[in-house]
T-cell receptor, first 114, second 112 residues
């Protein structure tokens, strides 16, 4: 069965510093991986995805993610954090057994302090 | 293009009642999926529709049902509401099944 894990409930970083939000996955076959962000009282906004190709994926709002097959990880990164990046971040994998549903991690709250 | 819209945004119901939530996908998108988000269980898949057919269903009781219309709009229904059904219900659409899913703002359901 496919699964994703986000080992950190919360990540704290100072504005201007680089940020990393961690995600590891377990899938059979090639993974389809996604990152979404959720602001308070809002739905999920798509940030980026990895399907195949370059291991470094660039997405919206300056975010990028690095796919590492040997470590089964797909960490979200940003070179310089903004206070406005503070939100809840979800990693997800597409369930290859059930075709199209997304399996989400538990979420990581990012807090960027001024 | 307009994004995914969900109505209503907020609902308050009492136990035993039923509720219908609506989702309008992005224009041209044919696949609609529904998810339930709660603090305890996180984001869980409910079901997915494509061309008016339910193709996948998550591990939820039969009280949860849905449908999709010919214009790709979708509704989900929850009957005999329980306190544990209180959640944010999110709808997502994609151009084709398996494409990137784009989410609506959700409907916040509170069951008293």
């Amino acid at each position: 069965a496919q699964s994703v894990a986000q080992p950190e409930d919360q990540v704290n970083v100072a504005e201007g510093n680089p940020l990393t939000v961690k995600c590891t996955y377990s899938v059979s076959g090639n993974p389809y991986l996604f990152w979404y962000v959720q602001y308070p009282n809002r739905g999920l906004q798509f940030l980026l995805k990895y399907i195949t190709g370059d291991n470094l994926v660039k997405g919206s709002y300056g975010f990028e993610a690095e796919f590492n097959k040997s470590q089964t990880s797909f960490h979200l990164k940003k070179p310089s954090a903004l206070v406005s990046d503070s939100a809840l971040y979800f990693c997800a994998v597409r369930d290859m057994d059930s075709s199209y549903k997304l399996i989400f991690g538990s979420g990581t709250r990012l807090l960027v302090r001024p | 293009k307009a994004g995914v819209t969900q109505t209503p945004r907020y609902l308050i119901k009492t136990r035993g009642q039923q509720v219908t939530l609506s989702c309008s996908p992005i224009s041209g998108h044919r696949s609609v999926s529904w998810y339930q988000q709660t603090p305890g269980q996180g984001l869980q898949f409910l079901f997915e529709y494509f061309s008016e057919t339910q193709r996948n269903k998550g591990n939820f009781p039969g009280r949860f049902s849905g449908r999709q219309f010919s214009n790709s709009r979708s509704e989900m229904n929850v009957s005999t509401l329980e306190l544990g059904d209180s959640a944010l219900y999110l709808c997502a659409s994609s151009p084709e099944a398996g494409d990137t899913q784009y989410f609506g703002p959700g409907t916040r359901l509170t069951v008293l």
